[in-house]
Each structure stands twice: as C-alpha cells, then as structure tokens.
C-alpha cells in the first residue's frame, strides 16, 4: 500500500469540522477505496479550545494557515477559511508554491484570484481542486472538466444559491413576504447575519463565473456579470407569475453568442412545467447545454455542512488515487496561459420577453401614457392586466405587462420614462421571462 495521504486543514467551522468527522468515521472505506490511508495530521483555526464535535488533537496545531501550507508535514493544504484576501489567499498561494496540492470551497478566491493560482498549480504539477466551490455537493466541476471531452458547451445556466431559492419557495407555497422567509432562513442557519452577499447575487455570480471559465475557456470574470438579487420580489410578483404560468427562480446564466459571452444573474420566471422549476428549497441544479451531449442537467443538495464536505472528501480522494509522476489536468479544462480574454456580449432582444409590473396612481392618462412609453421604444405588448389595489392604496391599480421579444436597454428606458412622468406609487418590477428550461 501506498503511503498515507496526510492533509492539513485550514478552518474548523461547520465544513472543515465536517471534513474532518467524514475523514475519521470513513477512514477504512477511503483506504479501500483510494488504496492509502488519508491521515488529518495538521490543523489550524482561530481558537483551539474550541468544541467542534470532532477530536483533531492527533493533529499538529497551527495557529498560522500560512506555516500550515508550506510545513513538510502535508501533502494535502485544504483551505476553509474563506474570504478572497488575507489567510485565505496567502496560505493557498503559499501551499501551491510549496508543491502541496490544495483542496478549497472558496469561490470568492477562485472568482478573483482563480487563474493565477491555476498558473502556479500548474507550474508546480501539482492540482488545485474546488469541487465544493460551485453548487455544493453536486459534481458540476468534474462532469464539466473531466467527462465532457469533446462537447462544446453553449449555455450553462442553473440555480446556484439555496438561501435564494429556500425563500422563493416558501414564499410560493406559503403566502409569506420576502421579510419573513429571510429572518427563518436565518433562524435555521440557511441565511448568514448579513445575508446581502445571498440575496443580491454576489454568491450566484461568483460561482457563475466559474462555470463560464469551464464552459468556454475564458479567464473568470466575475466583475463583468450582470446582477439583480431577490429582495425586491413581493408576493405580487409570484402571484402574477403562477397566473401566467410561470415561477420565479434566482438563476445564473452564462452563454455563447455571436458577439462574446453573455453572463447575468437576476430573478426569471420559468414555466412551471419546466425541470428547473421543480428545483425547490436549499436545493441547486446546473444546466449545461452542448452541441454533443445535449442538455444535461445536474441537481442535489447545494449548501451544508455535510454537501460541502463531501464535495471537499472527494476532491481529497482524487489526489490520494494519484500516484507519483501522474499528469494532472489543468485547473480550469484548458491550461491557465491558454484561457482567453473575456469577451463581453453585445446587448442582444430577449426572445422569452419580460414581465413588467408598475403600482401607479388611479386616474385618468395613466394607462394611455404607459402605452406610449413602451410603443416609443419599439415594445410590442403580449398582455397587459389592471388590478385595483384595496385598503388604504385604493387610489392606486397594479399594472402588469407581459412583453415580446424585446432588448433590456428598451424595457429599461420605457420603465425610466413611465417613472420620470410621475405616474408611478412604488418602484417598478421588471423580471426575464424564460419560454424553456
């Protein structure tokens, strides 16, 4: 048998606690299964009198990640830390020049500092490993960079956050407002305190940008994503959007067009019918859409502690079945120095249309001023439906409007122009509406 494998973890939160608990009551099945023991023997967190539920006192203790990444005593850095400056970058960037392998579920460093690190994993021969960094315990990084030789993808699209898609759900199948599905995700440890880097989109956009760089071989460019989080979804919205069919998700989606590659992350409104709307609670799902395969579709559990330990346990496992002298692949399916530049699509018309809804003032010009705005930017009108709003806003009526084909920068300027006329009681929806997927 070979020699063991010896790991060193960095973070002891719920993850690496995790981690390290799988890596314990595992042991017997990951040696049959890697042909070598993987041993914990190095540790490092901020308190080490903390209770963590899992004994790591065999472990040599760290209280500097850095140290822990160029000690002699791993071959294996696994950074849990987080964040995509400080300990978290200075300690992987340390493990790869080093010459250790690194294992990490931080998508904000890979999103910003992903390819120069891949240079230098690359450089050293040594592999870079973020199974867990993307739609958590689903296997979307290994399907796209190892089992999809071949293919050329052209869209990759999916639900990539489980605190969005939790509250969306519940606020469909509850009748509860944006507020409270956020204060009980938080309860329940779904939502973080400050739940903005969630709801807004940041996390959606970081992992999207990943993919992209997968997908078509680009440098990541996470700065360059059109983003809309969910805290402006009322129960208006999802109302209207399950009488026209439809409900809406959080989705990130990256694509191929004549001009570049287009990526953005916004609420959308899919057909009920459709896969991606089956995709409820804390689940993720990843669609990647080829000239070969098809489409594929990935789905399972997307955040915790136990999904993303075990995305993190097997990118361990793949380097403890490497043995010395094995050519790795490259970090993000093509080598780093080969990735290239991002090109960003030009702004292009929305086949699926967009969904459009305005709370105005109840009186006499409104609805003929609306119709002007939108013929004035070329927007042709599927539907249009008032309602009358009751109580204390019975003054006002609730327009919704269903577009054709059309561009965002038309919709954009009809909305501006409609709010700039003084027509407007509250701040106006506009959501993507997607015919398929």
Not at 218 to 246: P, V
Not at 344 to 363: E, P
Request: net charge neutral; with cysteine; charged share 25%.
């Amino acid at each position: 048998m070979a020699e063991a494998l010896r790991v060193g973890i960095a973070g002891l939160g719920t993850v690496g606690a995790s981690v390290a608990r799988v890596l314990r009551d595992k042991a017997a099945e990951l040696t049959r299964q890697c042909g070598r023991d993987i041993v914990v023997s190095a540790v490092s967190a901020r308190d080490p009198k903390r209770d963590r539920g899992v004994d790591v006192s065999a472990a040599k203790w760290f209280d500097d990640p850095v140290k822990m990444a160029q000690t002699a005593a791993i071959d294996v850095f696994i950074e849990l830390i987080g964040g995509d400056e400080g300990p978290a970058r200075l300690s992987v960037k340390a493990a790869l020049e080093a010459g250790r392998h690194v294992v990490t579920a931080n998508k904000a460093l890979l999103a910003k500092h992903g390819v120069a690190l891949a240079e230098i994993a690359e450089k050293k021969g040594v592999l870079l490993n973020y199974e867990a960094a993307v739609a958590g315990g689903i296997p979307v990084i290994k399907t796209m960079r190892e089992a999809m030789a071949g293919n050329s993808v052209n869209r990759v699209f999916g639900i990539l956050n489980g605190t969005c898609n939790y509250i969306l759900t519940r606020m469909e199948a509850e009748g509860i407002s944006f507020d409270a599905c956020l204060k009980d995700a938080q309860r329940l440890g779904y939502a973080e305190a400050d739940p903005t880097f969630d709801i807004e989109g940041h996390d959606t956009a970081h992992k999207l940008s990943i993919l992209t760089s997968l997908a078509f071989g680009t440098k990541i460019a996470a700065n360059d994503i059109y983003m809309e989080g969910i805290s402006n979804i009322t129960q208006a919205d999802i109302r209207a959007a399950g009488d026209l069919g439809y409900r809406i998700k959080l989705l990130g989606v990256a694509q191929r067009t004549e001009s570049g590659i287009e990526q953005r992350v916004h609420p959308t409104m899919v057909p009920t019918a459709s896969v991606i709307a089956q995709v409820h609670g804390v689940t993720n799902a990843v669609a990647i859409e080829t000239d070969i395969l098809g489409e594929l579709l990935l789905s399972g559990p997307g955040a915790g502690g136990n999904a993303t330990a075990s995305a993190v346990i097997g990118d361990i496992a793949d380097i403890a079945k490497s043995r010395p002298g094995f050519q790795h692949g490259p970090v993000f399916g093509l080598p780093a120095k080969e990735l290239r530049p991002y090109k960003k699509a030009q702004m292009r018309s929305h086949a699926g249309g967009y969904f459009i809804r305005l709370t105005v003032h109840d009186r006499i010009g409104v609805f003929a001023a609306i119709a002007k705005r939108m013929a004035d930017n070329d927007i042709s009108l599927e539907s249009i439906v008032q309602h009358a709003v009751s109580g204390e806003a019975a003054a006002q009526k609730t327009v919704i409007l269903v577009t054709h084909e059309t561009t965002e920068a038309a919709v954009r300027k009809a909305v501006d122009g409609i709010t700039k006329d003084g027509h407007l009681t509250d701040k106006p929806q506009v959501i993507r509406i997607e015919r398929a997927g």
